[in-house]
């Protein structure tokens, strides 16, 4: 049982989860308020001492302060409260401002999910908070479902998720990501003032990269990689976004997260209901690598499409950084080949094939193969991929359109564009308007025509540009108000339609790079493109930020080995296998011996990616606060784990680096040193896990650009 609820006292409601309690209950004026959230509490006995935070201090009849406890489990406008509202409501009358109150509650018979059902005192309307619990995982998934019961309209001007509120009287450090297009995910924080921190992103149909819906609070700012409490919150949403992170001068520090309200409005009619996104809420005692534990169980166990979810993704080929545009049959049936020789297992036919799409200016919208370039169609491509053993993919970017193209002349209507406003150009492109009924009809036939005709087994989806211009000719207010939210639930449904009608399909999720990392594409995507960045020093910095919040098997790019440059090719390819390893070469043009090193850094990825692709991901040393990165990927059975260590920035070389602790093993437990190529006399070594977590290894880094990957597997019991 994971639900505990004392209706005598309070009703006071307890979630116990396997290391984590989450618990709240009504108070004297009937309002829902959060009581605590942390560690794990013996049971719902222990939460009396919270008793007095749920009386109303009184003269009389009449209470002299409304509450002690202001810490609403979803403020929706109550009396004397200024912080933070999760809604901001008017109705038909004029009057604004939620009155709830409890009104019951409903837990699923699998003892999963609780629903706590408030009411609003004067007017027909009713929220009901979700709590979707995954007990082993110490995750909780919670969101709002506001449902109009009468018959007048309601006008949502905020609708947000949750409301999470944390212990009180202490200070907390904010961990949360800022970036650019080649520069996604940079780490920043900061300590939490006396004042309201807000982060979010309103480019219209995306979540980032300028800021990220995930953030991390740290009590004290005294949690590291293995040890100190840390909260996580993912919102599960992929365009605009708000999470606001308060404190107040009774030292009371809340979180919200939602639908960003800029440019947002919603009528909800009567006997009307709106869902609001998921955020995916966890809790560590054990640092950020605690944290990330929990994050990757969830995701690996609930969130991913279950076809890719335990399954090694396959090494992949993209057309894209050898040729970018100039691609034609001969090219990529030339490149197919040589692919097809060296192991990989997906080829991935990039932007460039439609017509007239020589360069970005051109054919984006016109979702069928050159007949100049491709003149027997991209189906026989597919097949000789096929003949030869490996996946076909190709990319598409169906939210855009050229103004030169063949969508564009004949449906100039159906981009977003007001009509007293000139055209905005960015990458010579124009977005589509999908809150459109007909243009999402008109992507889901093209997508499914583009899918069966070419033989696909792949499809990467892009989005290259942001909103700069929300008209809508012809539309009324209630759908401009909404459109924020429509755009979004409509690449949703999209993805959900391929999804359902083509559960072998794989699909990349990306955005001109990481543009949509998150939660809300992770439950659709097998891959996530992490970014366009391939520059081997950047990506140190860029996977660091990515596996704080997701999975590495998701980590997708065009090319691991894509241009030499200056950076060693060991360097490269231990960077390679951290993620899904993928080749942007010009393998036409490599030599026999270019060629057979990608082979045998295939053939090795192949041996080690069931492992890789099945772990929990500590930065033992990180790339932003050191001249060196240290990953360790431990295998969620705790059977295997690898160490990858770059240095990228001593300024005295020759000088080895300090000895590294790990983490994650099981007491009692030894490993043996299975792989090093670097320094053979380590393989066949034996460590006890005490050994390797108390005293640490010494790592071969003593110059910039070195470099190793070093494999331990579990012996014994």
Known sequence: MSIFVHEQQHHMFCIQMKTTTYAFAVNAEGKLVHLYWGKKLNGIEDLALFQDLLEAETTGEIPVRILSNTQYEYQAGEFFSYQEKAMEVRFADGVTGAQLVYENFVISEDQSHLEVV????HYPLIVTLHYQIYTEQDILVRHATVHNVGEEPVFLRKVQSATFHFPREIPYRLTHYAGNCAAEYQRKEQVLDVCRTVIQNNHGNTSGPQAVPFVMLDPWARAYEQEGEVYA???QWSGNFKIT???????EVSLTAGINEEGFGMILHGGSVYDTPEVTAGYSCNGFGGIRERLYDYQLDHLLPRRCAHTPFPVLYNSWYPYQFSID???????IDRAAGIGVELFVVDD?????????RAGLGDWYACEKRFPNGLKPLADRAHEKGMKFGLWIE?????????LFREHPDWVLQSPTRRQTLSRNQLPLNLAREDVLEYLIATIDRVIEEYGLDYLKWDMNRYISDSGWKDASQEQRDRLPVTLIENVYRIWQHLNEKYPFLLLENCAHGGARADYGMLRYADRINRSDNALPLDVLLLHEGFT??????CAGGAGTFSGAGEIPYTFRENLGFTGSLSIGANLLTCTEEELERYRKSIEQFKKEREALQDSYVYHLLSARETPYAV??????????FMIFGFCHGRHYPDTLIQRVRLMGLPAGACYECVSDEQYPEETGKIYSAEALMQIGIQLPLKSNFSSVRRVFRRVGN
């Open 118 to 121: 408030l009411k609003e005192e």
């Open 233 to 235: 919150i993912a919102l």
């Open 329 to 335: 049959e001969e090219k990529i049936a030339g490149l």
């Open 548 to 553: 704080d919040m997701i999975v590495p098997k």
């Open 398 to 406: 169906p939210e855009m359109v050229n103004p030169d193209s063949r």
């Open 631 to 640: 990953w360790q990927y431990v295998k969620r059975d705790r059977t295997a």
């Open 352 to 360: 460039g094939w439609m017509p007239g799409r020589m360069d970005e």
């Open 245 to 251: 992170c308060e404190r107040n001068v009774l030292g």
